[in-house]
């Protein structure tokens, strides 16, 4: 029998932040894995402290902005590899009046580090169709997930910190102070499975709702900004004459089946402001698990204290899962008190008691 602190399922980039928070915090661990439509391999891995629809300060921006850098500045120093790529997001406006909403929003304590003012920075790029101009959001960048994952994955098999494998619950025995997985004892065992927790027996009631997203890689030789572009879809570099453009929001048809149709929205989407030949080099689905009241369900369950859930970080992985580790790792550790908002316990009534 091997002892250890803590099992983790699924290495997402929730499962990924809490198992560096162990290793940070010299703390054993086994993390089980079986790479089954992981929506943190194919989302754009963007941070933007802004909602863009609206204008709108995102939860708590401002400190998982910082927490992010941290954390992703830590996986790339273990890994030795580069993973954060900083650069602005620039928003065409729909009409004079999203620009002069902009504009008063640029001056509010809470956006004015966000929001900059200059409507002039995408000018040079006359390809781009801008008619009213663009507003830059600051402080914003991408996480590059697609190769942080599998590096990470690698690392930790090395370390035997990693089963490849699909984690069975009917296996899963519960006691007072402890969990046992086959021949894997621990205190505690955190479920970090994405929408898949809809398939956990303890957790799957919790209201986390799946939202489809469909993504495309394609290759231009337009001259392009380092940046994201967003309009209707956005358009953000990879490099080498490739870029991502995403991404469907699709709450009816909670599938990982790529469409036509999605296909199409996207590539219009990109024609709205880019009228360049560009090619379709990969086409991608996952599902998003977002939760009702569009905060992430972290903590115990209520009746098996050893039951951990962290999950519903919903279109904000990158940004939300560093801070909800954090959370999660000193309740687990010091008891202290989660942020209400996060906190299952509001969920509590669902689940089996
Ligand atoms: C198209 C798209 C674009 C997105 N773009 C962005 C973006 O730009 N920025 C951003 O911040 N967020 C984005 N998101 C949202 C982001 O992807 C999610 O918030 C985040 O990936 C959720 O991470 P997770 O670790 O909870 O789940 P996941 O990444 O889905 O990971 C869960 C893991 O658990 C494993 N697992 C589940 N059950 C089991 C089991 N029984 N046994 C073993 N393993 C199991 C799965 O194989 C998977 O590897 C996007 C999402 C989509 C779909």
Redesign the pocket.
């Known amino acids: 029998m091997k002892t250890v602190d803590y099992i983790i399922?699924?290495?997402?980039?929730?499962?990924s932040c809490m198992a560096l928070q162990l290793l940070q915090n010299n703390k054993s661990f086994i993390i089980?894995?079986?790479?089954?439509?992981?929506?943190?391999?194919?989302?754009?891995?963007?941070?933007n402290p802004v909602v863009l629809k609206r204008f709108a300060i995102v939860w708590n921006a401002k400190q998982q902005i910082k927490k992010l850098k941290n954390v992703f500045n830590s996986f790339e120093q273990l890994l030795n590899q580069k993973y954060v790529y900083e650069f602005p997001v620039f928003r065409i406006f729909n009409d004079e009046n999203e620009k002069r909403t902009w504009n008063k929003k640029a001056d509010r304590e809470d956006l004015k580090d966000f929001l900059a003012k200059d409507f002039s920075r995408l000018n040079t790029f006359k390809n781009i169709h801008q008619p009213i101009g663009s507003g830059e959001v600051l402080e914003t960048g991408r996480i590059d997930l697609s190769n942080l994952l599998p590096d990470f994955k690698q690392y930790l098999k090395l370390k035997d910190h990693c089963l490849d494998?699909?984690?069975n619950?009917n296996l899963l025995e519960i006691e007072n102070n402890k969990v046992i997985y086959k021949d894997i004892e621990a205190k505690k065992i955190i479920f970090?499975?994405?929408?898949?927790i809809k398939?956990n027996p303890w957790f799957g009631q919790l209201p986390i709702i799946g939202v489809?997203?469909?993504?495309l890689r394609v290759k231009t030789d337009a001259i392009l900004p380092d940046a994201v572009v967003k309009a209707k879809e956005f358009l953000m570099p990879l490099g080498n004459k490739e870029f991502f453009v995403?991404?469907t929001y699709d709450r009816d048809n909670v599938n990982y089946e790529i469409t036509e149709e999605a296909k199409t929205i996207l590539l219009a989407g990109l024609k709205q402001f880019l009228e360049d030949d560009i090619q379709v080099v990969d086409h991608k689905?996952?599902?998003?698990?977002t939760v009702s009241d569009r905060r992430p369900i972290i903590g115990a369950h209520p009746k098996f204290k050893n039951l951990i859930c962290l999950?519903g970080?919903?279109?904000?992985?990158?940004?939300?899962?560093p801070v909800m580790v954090e959370e999660l790792y000193n309740y687990l550790e010091f008891d202290t008190p989660i942020h209400p908002e996060a906190d299952i316990s509001r969920f509590y009534h669902l689940l089996n008691e």
């Open positions: 399922v699924g290495q997402g980039v929730a499962g089980i894995d079986d790479n089954k439509h992981k929506a943190s391999a194919i989302a754009a891995g963007i941070y494998e699909s984690f619950y970090s499975e994405g929408y898949h398939e489809k997203g469909e993504v995403g991404a689905a996952s599902i998003r698990p999950n970080m919903g279109t904000r992985g990158t940004m939300l899962a």
